[in-house]
């Protein structure tokens, strides 16, 4: 009786639920509210998944606060890739994200330059990053 012992078990089970229909017809039902469940928590996931995406689409897509200013050298400096600004230049600022700073020089004419937003505060008066960026971060 030991290989019969899980058979015995459902066979049991099924007559105590009223026989083979009945029994299918209930363990369908489970099944059902089973699945529905797991579908309900995959897609309360998606949704919190979609939310995130699109407030970090959000912030990444804050505009650059100094777009299209210009800025004067106040000081002489290289920032490693071969960009020097002597004292008296002047650049426009293109676009920024978050360190990142894409600059014109004006009167040059290798444009357009991407330089960091340090390398700029130190050599100009590049602003530093406001309060509202600095706490979002």
Do not use: H
Not at 30 to 56: F, N, Q
Not at 86 to 93: I, K, L, P, T
């Amino acid at each position: 009786m030991g290989n019969l012992g899980g058979y015995q078990t459902i066979t049991t089970v099924i007559k105590s639920l009223g026989g083979p229909a009945k029994a299918t017809i209930i363990v369908g039902s489970v099944v059902a509210t089973g699945g529905y469940g797991v579908l309900r928590c995959a897609e309360a996931g998606v949704k919190k998944a979609v939310k995130a995406s699109k407030a970090a689409l959000a912030k990444r897509n804050v505009p650059c606060a100094v777009k299209d200013q210009v800025f004067e050298v106040a000081s002489d400096g290289e920032d490693g890739s071969g960009l020097r600004l002597s004292a008296g230049d002047e650049y426009r600022v293109m676009e920024c994200d978050g360190d990142a700073v894409q600059i014109e020089v004006l009167g040059d004419a290798d444009n357009p330059y991407f330089v960091s937003a340090e390398f700029l505060r130190s050599v100009s008066g590049f602003p530093a990053e406001d309060a509202d960026s600095a706490n979002d971060q």
